[in-house]
């Protein structure tokens, strides 16, 4: 049973980076086909893709934060991490991570979600 | 607003068959597969259906999905009450470099 528990600081100010991260256990994220991902959903709203990674190949991100947005894997420590630049009221959402597949709307597996609060 | 358009809302009684609709484009639900998330309050989503119809171990056949087309459906036969929750269908689509975009859920309601 694969687990997946986000993890970083529980509020942003106004214009900041909001940094998260994602650990893996049990196995690897290097191993299978699988791609890591992150989603967000503000209170009381829908689902957002924000973007999804592979540790060898490309990373895909929503077009629509693309500008703002870094995802990135450190293969040493088994986690895969979410950067936001410039965030504003609206980037406040529970974010998850989960575990995907290439070119596929399919996350198996599911972190609890942190809520991360965007507020001055 | 979301790509996929689903419901906002639907119900029945417990027993009855329930049908969600989620309707998409030729660049992600014509050319790719869908996904449908269950999802509870305060909890994260949970793998429902995956390449259109197949189940996750552990999800009742009373769940079930197809696609044609540009659309998809998700079906709910003998609806029970721990079935009210909030469901979102899901697909990739192949514009600006291929994304993953979701439909902006369905409240089910057992009445």
Known sequence: ??????????????????????????????????YWGWIRQPPGKGLEWIGSVYYSGPVYYNPSLKSRVTISLDMSKNYFSLRLNSVTAADAAVYYCARGQKNNSMFDYWGQGTLVPVSS | QSVLTQPPSASGTPGQRVTISCSGSYSNIGRNTVTWYQQFPGTAPKLLIYTNSQRPS??????????????????????????????????????????????????????
Do not use: M
Request: proline share 6%; hydrophobic share 30%; glycine share 14%.
């Open chain 1, 1 to 34: 049973q694969v687990q997946l528990q986000e993890s970083g600081p529980g509020l942003v100010k106004p214009s900041e980076t909001l940094s998260l991260i994602c650990t893996v256990s049990p196995g690897s994220i290097t191993s299978g086909p699988y």
């Open chain 2, 58 to 111: 552990g999800v009742p056949d009373r769940f079930s999905g197809s696609k044609s087309g540009a659309s998809a459906s998700l079906a709910i036969s003998g609806l029970q009450s721990e079935d009210e929750a909030e469901y979102y269908c899901a697909s990739w689509d192949d514009n600006l470099n291929g994304h993953v975009i979701f439909g902006g859920g369905t409240r089910l309601t057992v009445l």
